[in-house]
């Protein structure tokens, strides 16, 4: 399994139990969605390893795991790691819900300037996300927040959105 083809899902926190439990932290909203897993993939040295559960359940808001055919102290090994599943245990989202990776491609269409790019890149390492959209070769920043937000087209390939006022100006410029 090939990182391109998973999402991150989370973080291995710390050990549980003496018996090789450990307490995993998943980037989801709502846990319930991932108790029917039966591997998870662990990011070890840049490769993903698939790890075989025999027992997965809510504590608090995370989730502890027993992985099969492994010792304590293997299991302690895997303390700090990131998890991964492949990109088919995303739930599917409907309207306005995307995946960040899903609209990489997209066209983009403001409700005042019309086509403003295609989405090559989503920027998800600061405060806010942004859209970096390509423009004939100038990049327009737009912020991912729902007001913005107007319509998720998946058929077309399309989001609509309203930028805030002046926002495309800036990058614009004298084009417009």
Known sequence: MEKKDCFYLGKVVKNFSFKGELVLFFDVDSLENYLDLELLYIEIKGRLVPYKIKTLRIHGNKVVVLFEDLTPEE??????????????????????????????????????????????????????????????????????????????????????????????????????
């Open 75 to 176: 299991a302690n090994i895997l303390i700090g790691k990131d998890l991964y599943l492949p990109l088919d245990f995303l739930p599917e989202l409907s309207g306005n819900q995307f995946y960040f990776h899903e609209v990489i491609g997209f066209n983009v269409k403001d409700l005042e300037y019309g086509d403003i790019g295609t989405i090559k890149e989503i920027y998800d390492n600061t405060v806010q996300p942004i859209f970096s959209i390509d423009y004939n070769g100038k990049e327009i920043l737009i912020p991912i927040i729902d007001s913005v937000i107007k319509k998720v087209d998946r058929e077309q390939k399309l989001i609509t959105i309203q930028a805030p006022q002046g926002l495309i100006d800036v990058y614009l410029g004298e084009e417009e």
